[in-house]
């Protein structure tokens, strides 16, 4: 049983618009919810996260949302840029480890 | 410090051979881990140590594979008997906080293992 979906494979915007990428997870007992950034041929990089007990955390062009009631959580960049093209991963983290999602393949048109 | 260092980068093996991968993190990171990555997929947790101490694995995790961290610091990963389904990415991560905390994990660039 999957913890952590990612059901949109991919996901294109025009440069200078909104993105939003979404995530759903399962398990009431993560405790902090992170976005992960990955290129080809890199390991993913961490990008920003948010504790259980919040709703919000704005980093720059970067923000996440959590609905703990619907169990979800969407990464919102703003104005998407080209080099944000990338594999975007959400993870909910446990007492001891990270559980990723399948990835959101993000494509900015210029 | 370099980051999270994983040798080789890239590795072909026939089935049936043995394969070892080695990963360095970061020098002040206690907590280091073993992901597997298939291609459209996301990390899979494969186990985790905290210093030398070797603290989870998944129950994905068959007895051919073995992890050590002898030390605390570098960890290697050891497949025996290896078969094509064993074919993916291994990442390596390090992290000071339990599970990355609120900064997450740093994650070296993987180890590419294709079996033929």
């Known amino acids: 049983d999957q913890q952590v979906k990612q059901n949109s494979p991919s996901l294109s915007v025009q440069e200078g618009r909104i993105s939003i990428l979404n995530c759903d997870y399962t398990?009431?007992?993560?405790?902090?919810f992170l976005w992960y950034k990955k290129y080809p041929a890199e390991g993913p990089t961490f990008l920003i996260s948010i504790s259980s007990i919040k709703d919000k955390n704005e980093d720059g062009r970067f923000t996440v949302f959590l609905n703990k009631s619907a169990k979800h959580l969407s990464l919102h960049i703003v104005p998407s840029q080209p080099g944000d093209s990338a594999v975007y991963f959400c993870a909910a983290k446990d007492a001891g480890k990270s559980t990723f999602g399948d990835g959101t393949t993000l494509t900015v048109k210029p | 410090d370099t980051g999270v260092s994983q040798n080789p980068r890239h590795k072909i093996t026939k089935r049936g051979q043995n394969v070892t991968f080695r990963c360095d993190p970061i020098?002040?990171?206690?907590?280091l881990y073993w992901y597997r990555q298939t291609l459209g997929q996301g990390p899979e947790f494969l186990t985790y140590f905290q210093n030398e101490a070797q603290l989870e694995k998944s129950r994905l995790l068959s007895d051919r594979f073995s992890a050590e961290r002898p030390k605390g610091s570098f960890s290697t990963l050891e497949i025996q008997r290896t078969e094509q389904g064993d074919s993916a990415m291994y990442l390596c991560?390090?992290?000071?906080?339990?599970?990355?905390?609120?900064?997450?994990?740093?994650f070296g660039s993987g180890t590419r293992l294709t079996v033929v």
């Open positions: 398990n009431s007992m993560f405790d902090y």
């Open positions: 020098s002040e990171h206690n907590r």
């Open positions: 991560a390090s992290s000071l906080a339990l599970g990355g905390g609120p900064n997450g994990y740093t």
